[in-house]
């Protein structure tokens, strides 16, 4: 079993930074990747960004530039928002990707945190 914790979420003003935080616990053996999917009122889940172990990134291209995710650190990883505007507003979810002994890879998601920018 696996879980995963987002904090940092909150308000903020357009042009401000937000730094989010994913911390798993639990059954953790080899990780993929972790990364960051966002989904705001009325549209689909998206991917923000995605990062494996090695360092190899993958960001939307409306973020491109103004967010930077962090390598995975252990169990953790983190999400820092720069340049923000109101498109940026949505709920933020962690993913965590693992692949346990020979098995497939799996995927878990946290239950998200609030990101509201004000113009």
Do not use: H
């Not at 909150?10 to 053996?29: K, T």
């Amino acid at each position: 079993q696996v879980q995963l914790v987002e904090s940092g979420g909150g308000l903020v003003q357009a042009g401000g930074s937000l730094r989010l935080s994913c911390e798993a616990s639990g059954s953790i053996f080899s990780i993929n990747f972790m990364g960051w999917y966002r989904q705001a009122p009325g549209k689909q889940r998206e991917l923000v960004a995605t990062i494996s172990k090695s360092g190899r990134t993958n960001y939307a291209n409306s973020v491109k530039g103004r967010f930077t995710i962090s390598r995975p650190n252990g169990k953790s990883t983190s999400l820092q928002m720069d340049s923000l505007n109101p498109g940026d507003t949505a709920v933020y979810y962690c993913q965590l990707n693992q692949r346990v002994g020979l098995g497939p890879s799996a995927d878990y998601w946290g239950q998200g945190t609030q990101v509201t920018v004000s113009s």
